[in-house]
C-alpha cells in the first residue's frame, strides 16, 4: 500500500499563487509516477500534471501548460505542484495520485490521497 497526504490548499485571489504538496509513504517503490488531479462537483476528474520518481519527465494538461510545475524530491517521496498566475476555473479539489504509468486518465493510477481544496476568487 502506498499513503498519501496533500497539503497546501486554499484561498487565493485570481492571479495569485499557490503551492500544493503531497507527500507519500509505504511502498513507493511500488510506483513509477505521481500525479495531480482536480474535481470540482458535478464533473470527472480531471487531469492536471504527472512526474516519474526517476528522471523527473513530466506532463502536463494543456489547460494548466506555463503557469503549473511539478516536481519531486525522491529523498523525501514528496511531489509538489507550484501553481501560478491561478484562475477561477483552477478551483476545486486537487488529488494526488501514485501510478505505474505516466497516463492522464484517473483508472490508470493505483493510490489517491484524500484531497486538498483550492478556491480562486475572482
Known amino acids: 500500500q502506498v499513503q498519501l497526504v496533500e497539503s497546501g490548499g486554499g484561498l487565493v485571489q485570481a492571479g495569485g499563487s499557490l503551492r500544493l504538496s503531497c507527500a507519500a509513504s509505504?511502498?513507493?517503490?511500488?510506483?513509477?509516477?505521481m500525479g495531480w488531479f482536480r474535481q470540482v462537483p458535478g464533473k470527472v476528474r480531471e487531469f492536471v500534471a504527472v512526474?516519474?520518481?526517476?528522471?523527473?519527465?513530466?506532463k502536463y494538461a494543456d489547460s494548466v501548460k506555463g503557469r503549473f510545475t511539478i516536481s519531486r524530491d525522491n529523498a523525501k517521496n514528496t511531489v509538489t505542484l507550484q501553481m501560478i498566475s491561478l484562475k477561477p476555473e483552477d478551483a476545486g479539489v486537487y488529488y494526488c495520485?501514485?501510478?505505474?504509468?505516466?497516463?492522464?486518465?484517473?483508472?490508470?493510477?493505483?493510490?489517491w490521497g484524500q484531497g486538498t481544496q483550492v478556491t480562486v476568487s475572482s
Open positions: 495520485a501514485a501510478g505505474v504509468y505516466m497516463g492522464d486518465r484517473p483508472q490508470q493510477y493505483d493510490y
Open positions: 509505504g511502498r513507493t517503490f511500488d510506483t513509477n509516477v
Open positions: 512526474i516519474s520518481w526517476a528522471g523527473g519527465s513530466t
